[in-house]
C-alpha cells in the first residue's frame, strides 16, 4: 500500500472525489492514520479521510471501501471558529457592555473602534479567529513533495512516495526524487528516519549514502 503525490482518490464505484495533497503519520508509531484530499469534483473542501477507509492503492490512485456514499461528509482538514477572546463569563459580561454602548455610537465610517485614532472606551472585539486541523493530536501532515535532508540538514531530495504495510499502515519506506528533469529515485527505510514534520523529513544518515543507493523505480518489495 502506497500513497503518492497528487493520486486520484475515488469511491468503490469510480467516482474521483479529489486527490491526495498530504498523509498523516504518527512519529510515534510510524503510521499513517488519515489522508488529506485536496478538494475536487465531489469535496466543497479539503478533507480528512481515515486510512482504514482505504481499499486499496496503486501508483496512480487510492480506492475507497464500499458505504463512502457521500465524501463530503468526511471531516474538513481545517476548520475556522470564532472563540470568546476571554472565555465565555467574560465574553457575556462585554456582550452587554457591547450592546449597551452600540445603541448610543453606529459607526458608519469603516473605521475600526478599538485601534489607535478610534473612539475611545468604545468595547475591542468580542471572539477572535481559531483555526484548527481536524488530525489526532501528535501527528503531522506531512507534505508530499516536502524536502528530506540528511544528517547535517543538507537537501537529499523530495518526498514522492510514501509506502505503508497494509495491516496496521506502518510506514515502511519514502520514495525520495532528485533532480528536476530526469528524476533519480532512492528508496529510503523509514529506520533512517529521525524526525518528521509537515514540510520535512529529517535523517540519521549522511547524504553519501542515500547517494549510493540503486535506483529505485519499483515498489519496496521488488526493490
Request: charged share 30%; glycine share 8%.
Amino acid at each position: 500500500m502506497h500513497f503518492k503525490e497528487n493520486a486520484d482518490v475515488l469511491t468503490s464505484d469510480g467516482r474521483k472525489i479529489g486527490r491526495i495533497d498530504r498523509v498523516v503519520v504518527d512519529p510515534g508509531t510510524g503510521a499513517v492514520t488519515h489522508l488529506v484530499v485536496k478538494k475536487g469534483l465531489l469535496l466543497t473542501r479539503d478533507k480528512v479521510v481515515p486510512v482504514d477507509q482505504v481499499d486499496t492503492t496503486d501508483e496512480n490512485q487510492v480506492l475507497l471501501k464500499s458505504g463512502v456514499d457521500n465524501p463530503d461528509e468526511f471531516p474538513d482538514f481545517e476548520e475556522t471558529r470564532h472563540v470568546p477572546v476571554g472565555g465565555i463569563e467574560d465574553f457575556k459580561e462585554q456582550e452587554a457592555e457591547h450592546a449597551r454602548r452600540m445603541i448610543w455610537y453606529h459607526n458608519e465610517t469603516g473605521m475600526p473602534w478599538w485601534g489607535p485614532g478610534s473612539y475611545p472606551g468604545l468595547p475591542k472585539p468580542l471572539f477572535v479567529k481559531q483555526t484548527e486541523r481536524n488530525v489526532p493530536k501528535g501527528t503531522v501532515p506531512l507534505e508530499e513533495g516536502g524536502k528530506v535532508l540528511d544528517a547535517r540538514g543538507e537537501p537529499v531530495g523530495e518526498v514522492e512516495d510514501i509506502y505503508a504495510e497494509p495491516e496496521e499502515h506502518r510506514v515502511t519506506h519514502v520514495l525520495v526524487s532528485r533532480g528536476t528533469f530526469s528524476k533519480e529515485k532512492k528508496l529510503i527505510p523509514t529506520a533512517w528516519v529521525k524526525d518528521v514534520f509537515e514540510d520535512s523529513v529529517r535523517l540519521w544518515v549522511d547524504k553519501k549514502i542515500i547517494e549510493n543507493l540503486p535506483d529505485a523505480a519499483s515498489k519496496p518489495e521488488e526493490a
